[in-house]
């Protein structure tokens, strides 16, 4: 079989040869240009990723058979992260494909049912992968993908009463196969299977997923373990910081006592967890990615021949909005995009106007006052 060549920069062009395999520093240092903080998190990807790409390779190497260990099988390294709303989950798995340049999914877990209930079938998640990839299943076989909101397939409940549990158990069930790897056939254009339509046969042994949710509740479940709670672990619960500390200590167990089957756990042997971002995380979201929202507003401006600046106070009060709406940096856009709105519809008369520079102030943010504006004297 010939090998995948995702990882190479000329993948898909017929003369690339042999792939190259990142190493998890550059994996790092290329996730680091876009996500902010959550360095642990960053480490524990790279390596994941890296080892599971370092598996498909050896996986095809023709020298192999002269290895005393070429009988040892190395095992998927599906991973998944538990962190809050807006802490760079998806992010993370989107920054991931990109640089590796390989095919990228995203699945919301709640749509999930288990096959033959009213829904989307789990297996619609490697026909929306295969679409991305223009419809290349050696590409397909190679790619990512993420599967959002993982926790909420978690058992609701454990009564004797409940036999079919379409949204929680089942999907957990018909997760296994397709996580661990498996040929699974779909149908080309998505929906229910037909028996007039040619089904793709797409083996998953080789595709990376990632899970990630925000496990609500489940820093209680550990405290519980780890005794935090005599110390008053459920008053102090409500401080970030401590829910991010018990977070780590997160084990098998608890995924158990939370909701999940242990086979599925067994399928995500990488477990990471991310930080709640505080004010200056929120800063550094604003301002430092290569693609940050002060970045992206003022390329806007400059296509309009304006220039855009941002007083600090100006931006901590969009962060103090943003913290409010507690969905962590996803709120950051929202805020900022409400607060431009109308400098932005009003934009190309500005720009027609000579103005050459706006400054966005506090009072700008707060009370929807005009920002400071400098015109060119030619208009004076």
Do not use: W
Not at 11 to 31: D, F, M, N, V
Not at 93 to 111: M, S
């Amino acid at each position: 079989m010939k090998i995948p060549t995702p990882l190479d920069p000329k993948a898909g062009e017929p003369e690339s040869t042999e792939p190259r395999l990142h190493r998890p520093s550059e994996i790092k240092a290329y996730l680091d240009k876009y996500v902010i903080g959550q360095e642990s998190a960053k480490r524990a990807v790279a390596v994941a990723v890296y080892n599971h790409y370092k598996r498909i390779l050896s996986d095809h190497a023709d020298d192999l058979s002269d290895h005393a260990d070429d009988d040892v099988e190395l095992d998927k390294s599906n991973i998944l992260i538990i962190g809050p709303t807006g802490t760079g989950k998806t992010l993370i798995a989107d920054t991931l494909a990109r640089f590796l340049a390989v095919p990228f999914a995203i699945a919301d877990a709640t749509t999930l049912t288990e096959a033959g209930y009213v829904g989307e079938d789990v297996e619609n998640i490697l026909v929306r992968l295969l679409q991305i990839a223009n419809y290349d299943i050696y590409k397909a076989q190679a790619g990512i993908v993420y599967i959002d909101e993982i926790d909420k397939v978690g058992r609701k409940s454990s009564s004797a009463y409940i036999t079919r549990d379409v949204s929680g158990e089942g999907v957990q069930q018909s997760l296994l196969k397709i996580l661990e790897g498996t040929v699974a056939h779909i149908p080309p254009k998505g929906g229910r299977k037909h028996p007039e339509q040619s089904l793709i046969p797409i083996d998953t042994k080789n595709i990376l997923f990632i899970c990630g949710g925000s496990f609500d509740g489940l820093p209680e479940i550990i405290g519980r373990r780890v005794n935090t709670a005599e110390i008053g672990f459920t008053k102090t619960l409500a401080k970030t910081e401590k829910a991010d500390e018990i977070l780590k200590e997160v084990i098998p167990e608890d995924l158990v006592k939370f909701g999940f089957i242990p086979e599925l756990i067994g399928r995500l042997p990488i477990v990471t967890t991310l930080n709640h971002l505080d004010e200056a995380d929120l800063m550094r979201v604003l301002l430092e990615p290569k693609n940050s929202l002060v970045k992206q507003y003022k390329k806007l401006f400059r296509m309009e021949g304006v220039e855009l600046l941002f007083r600090k106070e100006a931006l901590q009060e969009i962060i103090k909005l943003a913290i409010k709406r507690n969905s962590g940096a996803r709120a950051l856009r929202s805020v900022m995009e409400s607060s431009m709105l109308d400098l932005m519809f009003h934009l190309p008369e500005y720009s027609e106007d000579r103005v050459t520079k706006i400054t966005i102030t506090k009072e700008f943010v707060l009370r929807g006052k005009k920002p400071l504006m400098r015109r060119s004297r030619r208009s004076a």
